[in-house]
């Protein structure tokens, strides 16, 4: 088969189209032919040699993918040749073919194509986990979304709405927070010239920034609110107001998904699967998608995302 390799780390320009070999399945996989993949922030700090693939995990790009399995391997269950499924990965979805471990393998839900349903398992995933199952997002409550032009926010910002929630969004122009109250969201700040710490109040505060924002998120937690850090764009380290997150009676939360085992990423993936999907066939929710570059062209996807004019998703596709 073919894949987009890292020739070694760097720009866009190391992302290579390559005869590799092929996937085996490993017993509990299958292999599926791939229809289309997810571009994600994380495959950027993949390339630039910053965020190696888990153990045992494609040395490819990609966590997410669409397309039809064309081998199942000893132990799988409810799976078989020529399932049209998306999945979540831990890489290796910038290629022909990847083998997946079948709780990470979801169908395609009712009225997305299945091209684009590889829009949906790794933004739906992280939304659902931190969001739902660990934030306990309730109806009613107020969720800020940092970053609500993202892959990550347009999701965020249907699936709160979908369930009830207020949403507040941070975007870097006038143009992105237009298209995330399109999306649903009631209120937006443009980080560029306000200071959200000084308009938003929220319950749940899904935060891909990291320490540059951590005073802030906690100055616009309400009480008995939840930040959730799933990204590190400005920075690591910071400094906490332990007497502010105890008079909020507040809880400060970071994860990743990529490096969990297989078990629990089923776990999020049926929940997906049960809570998610079901507003995606309903229409409620709908995959956001900026623009559809063939795979081997991987370099230009990476340009676009890294350029930041994108909204939602940039999907690679064959
Ligand atoms: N921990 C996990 O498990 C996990 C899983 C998935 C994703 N993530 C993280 O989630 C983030 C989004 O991922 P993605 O693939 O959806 O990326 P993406 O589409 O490239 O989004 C990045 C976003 O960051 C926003 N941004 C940059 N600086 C900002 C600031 N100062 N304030 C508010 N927003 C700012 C950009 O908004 P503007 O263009 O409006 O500036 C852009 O929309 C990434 O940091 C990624 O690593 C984490």
Redesign the pocket.
């Known amino acids: 088969m073919h894949a987009i390799a890292i020739a070694q780390p760097g720009g866009p320009e190391v992302l290579a189209w390559r005869e590799v070999p092929d996937p085996e399945p490993a017993p509990g996989e299958v292999v599926v032919d791939v229809v289309a993949a997810g571009v ?3 495959d950027l ?1 993949q390339r630039q040699g910053f965020y190696e693939p888990p153990p045992g995990a494609s040395p490819y790009p990609g966590l997410e993918c669409s397309g039809v399995i064309s081998e199942v391997g000893e132990g799988v269950e409810g799976y078989k040749v020529g399932d049209e499924v998306c999945a979540l990965l831990s890489g290796g979805a910038y290629a022909e073919r990847v083998a997946v471990p079948w709780q990470q393998l979801m169908p395609v839900p009712e009225g997305v194509s299945l091209q684009d349903a590889a829009a949906l398992p ?2 739906a995933c ?1 939304v659902w986990s931190n969001v739902f199952m660990l934030a306990r997002l309730r109806r009613g409550e107020t969720l800020l979304v ?2 609500g ?5 347009t999701m965020a910002i249907q699936l709160a709405k979908a369930f009830g929630s207020r949403v507040a969004v ?4 006038e143009e ?1 927070l237009a298209r995330c109250r399109e999306l649903g969201a009631d209120e937006g700040v443009n ?1 560029r010239t306000d200071d959200f710490s000084q308009k938003i109040r929220a319950d749940v505060i899904l935060d ?2 990291g320490a ?2 951590l005073a802030g998120n906690i100055k616009a937690l309400n009480t008995g609110g939840r930040l959730v850090v ?5 920075g690591t380290r910071g400094e906490l107001d332990v007497g502010a997150l105890l008079r909020k009676r507040a809880s400060v939360h970071g ?4 490096a969990r085992p297989v078990d629990e990423k089923g776990v999020i993936v049926r929940g997906v699967v049960d809570n998610v999907w079901p507003l995606v066939s309903a229409g409620a929710i709908r995959p956001v998608i900026h623009s559809r570059i063939p795979l081997a062209d991987a370099a230009r996807a990476h340009e676009v ?1 890294e350029s ?1 004019e ?1 909204i939602g998703k940039i999907l690679l596709v064959r």
Do not use: D, M, P
Request: without cysteine; glycine residues 20%.
């Open positions: 994600n922030r994380a700090l790794e933004v992280t940092h970053g032009a993202s892959g990550i926010g941070t975007a870097g122009s992105k980080y891909i920034i540059k924002y799933i990204g590190l764009q400005g994860t990743t998904l990529r995302l930041g994108h």
